[in-house]
């Protein structure tokens, strides 16, 4: 039951640093996205 226990802490301890570094870096990931696709469309358009 112990390691059952471990596992979840680890889990959690990942689940928690993965959530920060979205907080931190969506809205920028969130830019480049479109801007690839409006360029992309653009690129389609020309």
């Known amino acids: 039951m112990k390691t ?3 596992l979840f802490n ?3 301890r990942l689940d ?3 959530n920060r ?3 931190a ?3 920028a ?3 480049i996205g479109m ?3 409006f ?3 653009g690129i389609l358009k020309f």
């Open 39 to 41: 360029f992309g469309f």
């Open 16 to 18: 928690t640093s993965i």
């Open 4 to 6: 059952l226990t471990n």
């Open 21 to 23: 570094w979205l907080v």
């Open 25 to 27: 870096h969506s809205i």
């Open 35 to 37: 801007g690839i696709v």
């Open 29 to 31: 990931l969130l830019r």
């Open 10 to 12: 680890q889990f959690d």
